[in-house]
């Protein structure tokens, strides 16, 4: 919708197909869990790849969900695995408690070894939006 590909969900019209995995609906809700499981963590960061067109509604839909929480949000940018390096390094910086990995193919393929390795080699506590990068971490 948001794209301008379809009206609406109930009623998109045209002649596109596809799917949808309203990411950005779920992103507040990865939050929530991530709360839930580690409720010390008071600064949370999001990182997201600014190329990616759900990076900015997901970034406004954890950014307002956070108050509610006493949570602050620290929003992280990567487009590559250089990018990815450095926003680790931003967090250790930081004082992040938690991480919240955006919706991505870079987070989710590309990336996916690599967050692995620097969230563990921090002791980062991370929420993915797919559960394959949690079980490719699962030793």
Known sequence: MQL???KSVNRPGGNITGVSLFTSTLAAKRL???????????VIALLVN???PNSEPDTRAVQAAAPAMGLQIVVLKAHNGTEIEAAFAAMRQSNIGALLVGSDPLFDNTGRDQLIVLGARHAIPAIYDFRDVTAAGDC
Do not use: M
């Open 4 to 6: 301008g590909l379809v």
């Open 32 to 42: 929530e869990l991530l709360h839930q499981v580690v409720p010390a963590a008071r």
């Open 50 to 52: 600014p190329a990616n």
